[in-house]
């Protein structure tokens, strides 16, 4: 007998969904309308321009994705590359990994670069990819490596693309509104973010950004990009057209509002404020893990605040300690992945779930549970550590 | 200055979205757990139950895409199909032309059987076209048209498919929930549906079924299918897994949420109960109309009871009933698309939208913008010709 579905209240510091802000829900629950509605126009105006700001882009052709952020990255990769081309791919993790394929189902070839996991792309390495295969047409990489809570230097590898003729394709989905991007500083060309994360908004929509060369590509296609759902030319009749929109296909209208609300409370906080917050709370939980005698996987000089990969501490097992914080506090961290799976766990503090409360909440119940399971941890000092940085 | 969107309250009678139940609503706004979460996995149980029991299947690979119905469209052609294959496509509106667009993106090459907008598809046309086309490894229809309002034989279709050893490939979008869509009666292979019409759930998702003949299909692809997203033995892993769930990609939780309260609406209900609900205030609408002196365009014969397609009589214009329906009655209508645009408009009756007050709504509202603009019509007799049904 199925009944109704009343979900836990948890406090979400894994690598993504994160908390969701009360006032995003409120938003995404509000009277649907129509996809082609006035009203509804008025909005996806403002989710452009709210995006504009959140990416740091004068783009024209910036938009929501109606999908998750796989959907955003293959959005990328179907409107830019056509059968037969080069691309230069970094993998420092999960996601590089997830590049690949991509490059590969769009007829493309793949020449990889990588790196360590939980080290940052080497550009230097990818200079020399560029040397080694000149006929490259794009440069693909993470900005914000959600795997392993590394960031990579999106500027140089930006400039390196540029400097070598080629387009540049940047995954942004942890890094926006939890660190900076700042997508026309950098001049790359196609970028694609997720709601899930620093923006503290639902999962399921993926932000877009293309610039001037890239939307001169999707125009010049020799073929049809490979995706109807995701051809950019067909989606930027819906998007761009101003009061003579062309329907493409019915925009999750709800989500969108959920959207708009989330980018509008980044607005108010102010780009450079959330950065702030997440480097505070970061530094904070950073060293209360550390006066716990646990340490960080990623080196200081590339690590993500928005996302802290600690290891797995002797005599703690990796499943029965998140249980039990899901269980006793109903807190949830992530389990590594790929590389990392069972050597390192994911904390996340980000967007809305990046507050001191929440790295109290998280110190104090690690504590307990390891405590608990007989990990050597130092015990009682943790908090006070913390809360020294505030 | 932007601020928070408070949509205006509709009433959404055009061609989906529809009116989204306040139930639906509110489990949408629910907080946020992980896609990982051992709660959800619950979930994801119980919606793929639900899923199966609204199809009608037993096909053990039925979920819901992440992102919207042309999505889901999408996801059949690029897994059922490889390069060079011949597909038989049906066109009797907007959607066939979509079909064939996702066939020719796949390298496979599109027979089009067409039938004039706004009538059903010609089981006899399709069977010659097999006769010409022995190699057609897959036909593709729409069940329940869209754009046209008009049902097909689907029963009689997928039969045709299956006595020319092809895989049926059929558009429920608009039909589940609003009448009757009986996967295994018809031995379907693969079917997409939409949130956003007859389960009054919100726009976004797209629940498919996959049978056995199609998931051998999958099995023994040549190629990978050409989208990383919608590959579904990729997202096989992370629905089909049990409790050992491979991460594909993030799930969007609270729209899930939405779906499974939608879903279990339709359960209380009955599929039989909502498709006689549909049926009786479709005539009390028709009565009403007709006794207006407005005219059906589609046959009685293959007239889709939950979106009904009016002929726009003489004297009006299109675009200023609709936006005054919309400004004085917050009433929305759907305008016609490609062939019956200014010709028709699409009056959407579904799932949580078809209701007598609805009906009623409707009749008052275009007597009255229609009495106002001039237009030849009867007056003061549509409200009492609807209520003689009920």
Known sequence: MIRSFYPPQRTL???????????????????????????FIVLMDEIKSLLQYAFQTENELTLPISAPGSAGMESCFVNLLEPGETVIVCQNGVFGGRMKENVERCGARAVMVEDEWGTAVDVDKVAAAFKANPQASVLAFVHAETSTGVVSDASAL??????????????????????????????????YSGTQKCLSCIPGISPVTFGPRAVARINDRQHKAQSWFLDMQLVMAYWGGGSKRAYHHTAPVNDLYALHESLLMLQEEGLENA????????????????AMGLSMLVDRAYRLPQLNLVSIPEGADDASVRQALLADFNLEIG????????????????????????????????????????????????????????
Chains 1, 2 share one sequence.
């Open 13 to 39: 510091m894994g690598p993504g969904p994160s908390d969701v802000s009360p006032r995003v829900l409120a938003a995404l629950s509000r009277p649907t309308i129509g996809h082609l509605d006035p009203q």
């Open 158 to 191: 930006c400039q390196l693309a540029r400097d070598n003729n080629a387009l540049s394709i940047v995954d942004t989905v942890t890094s926006v509104g939890g660190i900076e991007v700042n997508v026309d500083a950098w001049a790359a060309d196609a970028v």
């Open 275 to 290: 950065w702030q917050r997440h480097e505070l709370h970061h530094q904070a939980l950073v060293a209360g893990l550390e």
């Open 335 to 390: 389990a590594g992945l790929g590389a990392l799976a069972g050597k390192a766990w994911r904390i996340g503090l980000m967007g809305y779930a990046c507050n001191q409360q929440n790295v109290i909440l998280c110190l104090t119940a690690l504590e307990s549970v390891l405590s608990c399971c007989g990990a050597k941890i130092n015990t009682g000092v943790a908090v006070t550590a913390a809360k020294s940085l505030y």
